[in-house]
């Protein structure tokens, strides 16, 4: 998997000047002082700062989810300020943006097809037919094909990550939004999903967005923006042969089961058998089934009325 360069002169979000300041009774908190940054197309930005730093009040303002109380906020050639309509910035956020949570904000009562599906229906632009069979092929594509109508409370964590994944692309964003996307995933499933993500990346030139504390992320991007107390700190450009070193490395790593899965390969299904009493190495040790001094004969006549049929009928 070749890593990409990005394109910079495609600048599809720039921020001058954005700050972000919340009431807290009759005092105001600023979150964000001055923030100046353009994600360009195709990149990985990855977003590191302390807890309070600001990096999840930025990404809700990239997400249109809140907006900038001061300066200018651009999102694919359409500014952003606190008079745009709710209609515009729900529209770009159905239309252009994905997003993928530390805490997968699954619909428990939905099955993983229902999940997925959810995004297109809310956008109507699709036949349901055309809905059902975009949300198969998503949920194969991050491995999860034999799950289509499991439950989120019958999925591992690794699982619903990948489902919120494949909702995420449900109406083909251009950019995707990660708030800690690994946070609460061990080492394994963590590098299934960054072996997805990056994927997503490099193939479809999907610009990420990354949130997270996990400094082992910073090898796989573009470009890493340091923040502190609601600033720029830095903003740190990695080294394209450091980043294919690591892709290298990770695909290398992991093993063929989650190759599979993060490559989309559909998974073989393990077929059990069902085997009669006698095929089992202790048949042989099985006594009849009778009281147990064999002197009580309605005793024996309800244990063989309980037992006896169903032991016949599994060998059958």
């Known amino acids: ?16 000047n954005i700050h972000k300041t919340y009431l807290l009774g009759l ?13 360009y197309h195709g990149e990985l930005l990855v977003v590191y700062g302390t807890s309070g730093g600001g990096k999840s009040t930025l990404l809700n303002i990239l997400g249109t989810i809140d907006v900038p109380t001061k300066g200018n906020l651009a999102l694919f050639d359409h500014r952003v300020t606190d008079r745009s309509p709710d209609q515009m910035l729900a529209a770009m956020r159905s239309k252009k943006l994905g997003f993928v949570f530390q805490s997968f904000n699954l619909l428990s009562t939905m099955t993983s097809i229902e999940n997925v599906s959810l995004p297109m229906i809310v956008l109507g632009e699709r036949s349901r037919d055309e809905i059902r069979e975009r949300a198969i092929a998503l949920l194969k594509e991050v491995g999860l094909g034999h799950r289509l109508d499991h439950y989120p409370s019958m999925l591992s964590g690794g699982e619903q990550q990948r489902v919120t994944i494949a909702r995420a692309l449900a109406n083909d964003p251009q950019m995707l939004l990660l708030d800690e996307p690994t946070g609460d995933l061990d080492s394994k499933n963590t590098d299934l999903i960054m072996k997805i993500l990056l994927r997503l990346n490099i193939e ?15 090898q796989y991007a573009h470009r890493v923006l340091y923040l502190r107390d609601g600033k720029v700190h830095r903003i740190e450009t990695i080294d394209k042969d450091v980043r294919q070193r690591a892709l290298d490395d990770l695909i290398n790593s992991s ?5 599979q899965a993060a490559w989309g390969i ?49 060998t059958v």
């Not at 059990?272 to 202790?282: D, L, M, N, R, V």
């Open 1 to 16: 998997m070749a890593t990409t360069t990005i394109d910079n002169d495609e600048v599809i979000v720039s921020c001058e």
């Open 27 to 39: 005092e105001g908190v600023p979150a964000l002082r001055g923030i100046a940054l353009d994600v």
């Open 204 to 218: 479809r030139r999907i610009t990420m967005v990354m949130v997270t504390h996990d400094v082992y992320m910073k």
């Open 255 to 259: 093993d063929e089961q989650l190759h």
């Open 266 to 314: 559909a998974q073989s299904t393990k077929m059990s058998i069902k085997k009669s009493p006698e095929e089992y190495a202790t048949a042989s040790a099985q006594r009849p089934l009778s009281s147990l001094d064999g002197t009580d004969e309605d005793m024996d006549s309800i244990v063989q009325l309980l037992f006896a049929n169903t032991r016949r009928s599994s």
